[in-house]
């Protein structure tokens, strides 16, 4: 019994200095983890949101018994594992969202089955490019390009000028073009999946 006592101490008093140890690493690296996570987001709320996690997500790892052996090396692992899963998580919202609202399918209804599924793929394809642009730049894009929305209109709904939302909107095309041509798509077709969204769009007006 004394034995038994002895190694559930021994293996409590291992798991608190591993806590400690998570702590400390956390804090002295807290700074570069976040300039790490700032490689996936634009928005400082959404890198302090990722690093929070990524903290109480090890902290718990190590508190069920985890061995962790580098603990800094286990934490940005884990950081870049919650970031990678929430920017899943936002291009299938934006994915729906767009569907939702601009159309319910890219491709006639007398269209082949063949014909359906390589729409759809081009759809998925342009909404995992949209999803990629940081934050100001993808809401300037989308106003533009899928709801139609003049220059003036964005820049006093977004609260930028003019000047900032032209260069949003060309960045947020130019990478559009080269997400979809690294997929195999030619770099026109960002213009025409956004032309087709946007009639789709007016449509349901």
């Given at each position: 019994m004394a034995k038994q006592l002895s190694i559930v101490n021994d293996q409590t008093a291992k798991q608190t200095t591993s806590l400690r140890g998570l702590s400390a690493v956390f804090l002295e690296h807290q700074s570069s983890l976040k300039r790490f996570i700032a490689r996936f987001f634009s928005r400082p709320?959404?890198?302090e949101d990722v690093v929070q996690?990524?903290?109480l997500r090890a902290f718990g790892a190590v508190k069920?018994?985890?061995?962790?052996?580098s603990p800094k090396a286990f934490l940005f692992r884990i950081a870049k594992n919650v970031a990678l899963n929430e920017l899943a998580t936002k291009s299938r919202r934006l994915t729906d969202y767009m569907e939702d609202c601009a159309?319910?399918?890219v491709i006639d209804r007398g269209s082949s089955a063949e014909d359906q599924a390589m729409g759809q793929q081009k759809l998925a394809m342009f909404c995992g490019a949209v999803a990629s642009l940081p934050e100001q730049s993808r809401r300037a894009f989308l106003m533009r390009k899928v709801y139609g929305l003049s220059h003036?209109?964005?820049s006093e709904r977004l609260g930028i000028s003019i000047s900032t939302v032209e260069k949003h909107v060309a960045s947020g095309l130019l990478r559009c073009s080269a997400y979809l041509r690294e997929g195999g798509y030619p770099v026109d077709v960002v213009e025409s999946i956004a032309s087709e969204q946007r009639d789709k769009h007016r449509g349901s007006e």
């Open positions: 709320q959404d890198v996690e990524a903290y069920a018994g985890e061995d962790v052996h159309a319910q399918d003036k209109e964005i």
